[in-house]
């Protein structure tokens, strides 16, 4: 039996990115890459799940469900993440157990 832990990250655009028009070439390449990463943490059996809501405003969120060895592991993978790592969303991560699947 695995020891690994789940840990749920949220994710929020930062205000100054609420306005899509205004986005140019380098905010569209790092949601790319955000993409890219998480597709990533998939294929290394890190990643549970990831998605986000259909709203784009101030209430719009993701969410990256992780299982990982402890927290100190899930919040390096939080912080490399291109969108924070980049500025673009703020995040905050909580321990998180999944109930039912």
């Known amino acids: 039996m695995s020891d ?3 840990f749920i990250y949220v994710l929020r655009l930062k205000p100054a990115f ?3 028009s205004i986005w140019t070439e380098r905010e569209d390449k ?3 890459e955000h ?3 998480l597709l990533q943490l998939k294929e290394e059996g890190e990643l549970i799940l990831a ?3 259909q709203t784009f405003d101030e209430k719009t ?3 990256v469900i992780l299982k ?3 927290e100190l592991e899930a919040t390096l993978i939080m912080e490399q993440d291109p969108a924070v790592a980049n500025q673009l969303m703020s995040s905050e991560l909580f321990p998180y157990s999944i ?3």
Do not use: P, W
């Open 61 to 63: 969120f993701g969410i």
């Open 51 to 53: 998605g986000r809501t």
């Open 68 to 70: 990982v060895d402890n």
């Open 18 to 20: 609420l306005d899509r």
């Open 99 to 101: 109930a039912v699947m």
């Open 30 to 32: 790092i949601v790319e």
């Open 4 to 6: 690994n832990k789940e």
């Open 35 to 37: 993409f890219q990463y």
